[in-house]
């Protein structure tokens, strides 16, 4: 027979109900055997399915994508026993998504998708934590998105599942933008997890997290430290969980952080972490309605600096605070801010006179964060009209004459809806900045 021939019947021996087909096939005879590894056309259908170990998975989806290579090849995947192994399973061949033809799902969900058109590569995950039996009609899942491609040519995952995959079974994915979202209140995502994910995800530029303000677990042991060297824009949302991610990543390139909605008036434990500089009570003694979170969020923030140095060019704090002492450190070392934002603060007037100049013995006067551009301070109820006026004015008069500061004073600030600013302070403010006033300030 010719051995052409051969090569069709053995592709078509290749079906669900033999996904090692091509494995047999080898084993029959030294001519077979040679027929099956020297044909790509055989290896072009990769079954998968969640009954086998991860590790012989990944060892069978590497070896039919190394075999089958140059041509493209089909996906099957099987997952009946849990949803959480979907990106485990499919981990492996993620990196070469230019060769996929298709993608069909069965058993807890099912799903298929022509991908003959697939773009190069995928470099966003949107991951989302809820039960394994949810669907939601209204919103049909489908894993690849590629349609919503990002402006580097590249597509999206979107992967639904009861909790986040252990990094050991996983091949490092190699997103640049990860999306995570909780949306059961039943299950709790901790730290811990979140850590140990990222730890799979070395090239990640953006990410943004989500959750529901439940209670941070109580530290038996250390948690990992993930080591995210491209990291960029990093986003927390709804957690009190934010210590220990701030605390437990290392990202040296980190140039944004947005801090949104963490403030809540409970008592958060505190259990398991060794006393580090700056537990001690806030010297400053200043009213707080969330003094708890206001902790956990100035200390995560302290372990971030410490840890990292990072050159945070903006820091947005959206419901989201820490005490005096805290920003006083945070002030004193993120040299490269060039935009501060802070919303629903209870910071004092003391807060804002760390922005006044100041000198060291008989030195030049100083600022901190000298490249300071924009200020916007909004919903801050304790802060007085006079004192804002006094510290940017004094502010504005130094680094607007002096060249040590060329190109860095501050170019828009925006006050808005803080009870101590009156109009008064706002006519004030405009005589002294013009146009760096960006809107109404009333």
């Known amino acids: 027979m010719p051995v052409e021939i051969l090569i069709e019947i053995f592709a078509l021996c290749a079906t669900p109900t033999d996904p090692h087909a091509p494995l047999t096939l080898g084993s029959v005879s030294s001519l077979w055997r040679q027929v099956v ?105 489908h894993t690849f998105a590629l349609a919503e491609a990002s402006r580097r040519g590249g597509g999206a995952v979107n992967i639904w599942t009861p909790e986040l995959p252990k990094a050991p079974s996983m091949v490092p994915l190699q997103f640049t ?91 958060l434990s505190s259990r398991g972490y ?57 002030f004193s070392r993120l040299g490269a801010l060039e935009r501060f934002f802070i919303e629903a603060s209870d910071m004092s007037d003391k807060v804002v006179e760390l922005l006044r100049p100041f000198t060291l013995g008989q030195g030049q006067p100083r600022v901190r964060l000298p490249r300071l551009q924009r200020l916007e301070l909004s919903n801050c109820n304790e802060l007085s009209g006079d004192v804002l006026i006094d510290v940017l004015r004094a502010r504005v008069r130094l680094t607007d004459r002096l060249p040590a500061w060329e190109g860095n004073t501050l170019k828009e600030v925006i006050i808005s809806d803080c009870p101590g600013f009156k109009g008064q302070h706002a006519e004030l403010l405009r005589k002294e900045l013009g146009d760096r006033v960006k809107r109404d300030l009333d």
């Open 177 to 267: 933008s990860i999306d995570m979202s909780e949306f059961s209140l039943s299950i709790l995502t901790q730290p811990r997890s979140i850590l140990e994910f990222l730890s799979a995800c070395p090239r990640v530029e953006t990410f943004n997290f989500t959750g529901w303000l439940h209670e941070d677990e109580r530290l038996a042991t250390p948690l990992p430290v993930a080591q995210l060297p491209y990291l960029r824009t990093l986003c927390l949302r709804n957690t009190c969980g934010a210590r220990s991610i701030l605390s437990y990543i290392d990202a040296p390139r980190l140039s944004e952080l947005y801090l949104q909605h963490l403030n809540v008036d409970i008592e």
């Open 37 to 141: 590894q020297s044909s790509p056309r055989i290896w072009q259908n990769i079954f998968l399915n969640d009954r086998r170990t991860i590790a012989a998975s990944h060892t069978q989806a590497m070896l039919w994508m190394r075999q089958s290579h140059p041509l493209p090849f089909d996906v099957h995947l099987d997952v009946s026993q849990s949803s959480g192994l979907v990106l485990p399973l499919l981990s492996p061949l993620l990196s070469v998504i230019n060769r996929w033809r298709s993608y069909t799902m069965t058993g807890k969900h099912e799903e298929f998708a022509d991908l003959s058109d697939s773009p190069h590569h995928i470099d966003s995950l949107v991951i989302t934590i809820q039960e394994p039996d949810h669907v939601d009609v209204y919103d049909p899942r």
């Open 274 to 330: 060794m006393h580090e500089d700056g537990d001690s009570d806030d010297d400053a003694n200043d009213f707080s309605r969330s003094r708890w979170s206001d902790h956990a969020t100035g200390m995560g923030l302290r372990r971030l600096i410490q840890r990292s140095d990072p050159p945070l060019r903006v820091l947005e704090m959206d419901w989201s605070d820490m005490r005096t002492k805290d920003f006083r450190f945070v």
